[in-house]
Every structure is written in C-alpha cells, then in structure tokens.
C-alpha cells in the first residue's frame, strides 16, 4: 500500500505513519516543518515531504511525488490541523487561518487526487481527520469547532458524490488526543474538556488500522461520541442545554 500523511511531523500523523510503515505500507511524510517530516521519514523508512498542507501547489506537487516516487497513492491521510482558540471576537487571521488549514487543505488535496483516483479500477481511500468537534462542538474555540463542521459536510459530500466511483471517504473524529495541540490548550475550556479522556495518539493510529479494513464513514476512536452525536441530531435542545451547563461551569472555574 503506497500512504501519504499529511501533518505527519509530529502528533496523529506521525503515529499514523508509524503504523502504516510498521503493517508495511510505502508512506510519504509530509509536514509544514522539514526537519519534523525528515525525522519521522527516517524513522519509518518513508520519504519526506515538506510543504504547507494548505497552499494548493504545494499539495499538488505533494501529489505528483507521491506518484513519481510510489507509482500511485492508495490511501491519502489529510490529517493536517489547527486550532485556534477564541469566540465570534478572534481575530480574523485566526479564523482564516483555521478555513485555510482544516477546510481548504482538503479540497487542494481532492483537487489533485480525484483525476488521477476516479474510475481507476481500484478503490481509493481518502482518510480527512475531522475531529469530534465536527460532530458535536468545542467550547472555547469557535474558529476550530466551525471549521471542523464544514470539513465534516465536505467529507459527507465527497462520500454522497463519489462512491459509486471508487473513492472511499473516512473521517476520523477523535476527541482529545495526547498531542502539542492538546497541551498549547494551556488552563481552558477546550482542553478542560478534552484532557480526561484523551487517548495517546497510537491508540488513534490503531483505531484507523482497524477502520481500514472495512468502509465505515465514521472512525470514532472514541466509541461514546457516536451516543453524543445521537442526542444532538435526536434531541438537539437537550443537548445544547447539557453544553451550556458545561460552559457555565467552566465560566464559573474561570476558564474560556
């Protein structure tokens, strides 16, 4: 299996690359750090790759080494993320840059990958790790928690659109995850939330190992959120009504 990861210098990319190599797969490491890419590259035995997951020429030429080098791509990781902590009032860059990084580097990716995937012959699988909070929300981090939702809907439409063609869609929607993005939470509500019950991130890597070996949308390595994500598309008042008990207890805590 020839695997590229992005955002694979550190955090779930890099235990996912771990894991492909180990189970034998070719990856390539992409990341916004090249010595982070060159470091976990070394490691498995891959090809590093630096580049900005969310500018479109660096994706596509991600892509077209991918090919150059592995033949093909099998299975592409879109994993690269941000969070930006903040309510409506975070600064614009904040927004954007959260857009940029957890939205627009999903479509660049497709954009390169869907000419070349569609109508092969073959299956191809497209793993976007969504978060979550693209199923339910992440108080104190507006821009992270919107951005989430909308690259879950363009997971949904890609599945919906393209699966009579051969592209198999998967969004990985982890809760809290023992990664840098988890500590530069710092003492907030969002970290707050998440802390107890994180996972390591080779908990993550084997809970997707497992999900590729059927075609399940959803990859919860966390089996309760599919119970909240029930309640808030069968009860949604009660719901928000538990979510803003939460927030007043963070609020009464002194956490955002």
């Known amino acids: ?19 492909f190599a180990a189970d034998g797969a070719q990856v390539v490491v992409n990341d916004l750090n090249p010595a ?17 997951a969310s500018d479109e020429e660096a994706v596509r030429q991600l892509v077209d080494t991918a090919w150059a080098e592995l033949g093909g791509c099998d299975l ?14 975070a600064p614009d860059d904040a927004w954007q840059r959260d857009w940029r990084v957890n939205v627009m580097s999903h479509v660049y990716a497709t954009r390169a990958l869907l000419p070349r995937w569609l109508d ?17 929300t992440l108080l104190g981090s507006a821009p992270y928690a919107v951005t989430k939702h909308a690259a879950l809907a363009y997971a949904e439409w890609l599945r919906a659109t393209y699966a ?20 530069s939470g710092g003492n907030s509500a969002s970290r707050a939330q998440l802390d107890a019950t994180a996972l390591e991130p080779a908990e993550v890597a084997a809970t997707v190992a497992a999900a590729l070996r059927g075609t399940d949308f959803l990859v919860l390595p966390h089996p309760e959120v599919r119970d909240y994500y029930r309640m808030r598309a069968t009860e949604p008042d009660r ?3 538990g979510m803003n008990k939460i927030q007043r207890g963070f609020e009464s805590e002194g956490l955002s």
């Open 1 to 19: 299996m020839r695997v590229v990861v992005t955002g694979a210098g550190g955090g779930i990319g890099a235990a996912l690359a771990r894991r």
């Open 120 to 136: 092969s012959g073959e299956p191809k699988r497209l793993l976007m790790t969504v978060s979550a909070a693209g199923l339910l």
């Open 239 to 241: 719901w928000l009504g």
């Open 36 to 52: 982070a890419a060159s470091a976990v590259a070394a490691e498995v035995g891959g090809l590093a790759v630096a580049g900005d």
């Open 76 to 89: 592409f990781c879109a994993n690269a993320g941000v969070l930006s902590a903040g309510t409506e009032h």
């Open 164 to 183: 009579h063609r051969g592209l198999i869609v998967q969004a990985l929607c982890p809760q809290g995850v023992r990664t840098d993005m988890l500590g």
